[in-house]
């Protein structure tokens, strides 16, 4: 493994040590290293890389969308929620400095696994993982 990308995993693991994506059940994330080998970040790529078939339902969220509602504060945020709020602008600001074509895939339907992933400087892939339930 290169040097970046080990500073890259380890900015990742630090920024997501303890956060949960929240939905119908609360999820960690996981930290994730794919070897791009020259390929493109595409639905196509995520698919085979994350084990899916080929025909499980994918979409593409723009980054900023994704994040929109996990970083902006709310009159109604208590202490905890402020928090998280810091967290996942820290979260945010990380895949953007290391990772800055990074893309969210949401793959599946109900537990909806959503990848965060980019292009290392190195052309390894890295990025997040985490699982949504929506029902």
């Known amino acids: ?33 794919w070897k791009g080998e020259g390929r493109r970040l595409d639905e196509k790529a995520v698919l ?15 980054l900023d969308n994704f994040f929109a ?11 905890k929620e402020k928090a998280d709020v810091r967290r996942y602008r820290n979260l945010l600001k990380v895949i953007r400095k290391y990772l800055p074509d990074a893309k969210v895939f949401r793959v599946g339907r109900i537990e909806v696994q959503i990848f965060i992933i980019g292009k290392t400087k190195y052309g390894e892939w890295a990025g997040v993982k985490t699982t949504a339930v929506e029902t």
């Not at 509602?69 to 202490?79: I, K, P, Y």
């Open 48 to 62: 085979e890389l994350s084990g899916h078939q080929t025909d499980t339902p994918i979409q593409t969220v723009p």
């Open 1 to 33: 493994m290169y040097v970046m990308s080990d500073e890259v995993i380890r900015a990742l693991q630090r920024a997501t040590d303890g956060l949960l994506y929240m939905s119908e059940s609360d999820e960690p994330f996981e930290v994730l290293q």
């Open 69 to 79: 509602d996990l970083t902006r504060d709310e009159d109604w945020h208590g202490e």
